[in-house]
């Protein structure tokens, strides 16, 4: 990733995100609050696919331990286009995470946006 403010993320990656996340990204550009706030407000904003296992119904999760995705393949599909845009891997074959990239993703944004202040 390049080095990138939020609010230059914002403009350079507007076009693939809905306008609900940039609207989001706006409000939290004013936030005034810890690195680590900022970061885990940031990370739920732009990757909500990574926390959607913590929703799973039961048989969602036996499937999730197949290795089969619960979620509709247009949602992964959406999700992981997104990723791969922003220099990320794209979920696994049962919809998770496979590494820490996109919380460390939001948390370089927050930190160069804070260095710029």
């Known amino acids: 990733m ?8 914002i403009q350079h990656y507007q076009g693939i995100l809905d306008e609900e996340t940039v609207e989001k990204l706006k409000l939290l550009e004013k936030e005034e609050m810890t690195v680590e706030k900022l970061t885990g407000r940031l990370y739920v904003i732009l990757f909500p696919e990574e926390t959607d296992f913590m929703y799973d119904s039961t048989f969602d999760a036996i499937d999730r331990k197949k290795g089969i995705n619960p979620m509709k393949k247009s949602y992964t599909k959406k999700h992981n286009d997104k990723r791969i845009a922003l220099g990320l891997p794209p979920l696994d074959n049962s919809g998770l995470s496979t590494d820490t990239s996109a919380f460390e993703f939001c948390k370089r944004l927050i930190e160069n946006s804070n260095s710029n202040k």
């Open 2 to 9: 390049q080095t990138l403010t939020l609010t230059q993320f």
